[in-house]
């Protein structure tokens, strides 16, 4: 009986910390390398907490348009977002574009839609 206590007590303590341990993951620097038949780029996301769940994010994009297989002249476009963290779902949801920013700490990784970016810092 003593062992069962014991056990859900430190199952509900693992469970309470994923929320906090999501938003620790959270600031930070984040890239993504894409390639198609259209252009190659490269964006950073850079998210950073203003207060509270209130969180800015920046992202920077360098492409080249590819034309008749070749790669054009290097472009580079910037925007900021806002959004806001929701603790129970462990997401942003950003509020200009609807997006939905997932975040996943054991492997590092954040997903936008269907880009999955690399946490560098």
């Given at each position: 009986m003593k062992t069962s206590i014991y056990?859900?007590?430190?199952?509900?303590?693992?469970?309470?910390?994923?929320?906090?341990?999501?938003?620790?993951?959270?600031?930070?620097?984040?890239?993504?390398?894409s390639e198609g038949s259209y252009s190659v780029a490269d964006?950073?996301?850079?998210?950073?907490?203003?207060?509270?769940?209130h969180y800015q994010i920046t992202r920077r994009t360098g492409f080249n348009r590819m034309v008749d297989g070749k790669s054009g002249l290097r472009e580079y476009e910037m925007e900021t977002w806002s959004g806001l963290y929701d603790a129970e779902a462990g997401v942003i949801n950003e509020s200009r574009y609807g997006k939905v920013l997932s975040f996943f700490p054991d492997s590092g990784l954040l997903r936008v839609s269907n880009r999955v970016y690399k946490k560098i810092k």
């Open positions: 056990l859900l007590l430190a199952l509900l303590f693992c469970f309470g910390c994923q929320p906090k341990r999501t938003e620790n993951f959270i600031p930070g620097m984040y890239v993504n390398h964006d950073t996301l850079m998210i950073r907490q203003l207060e509270g769940i």
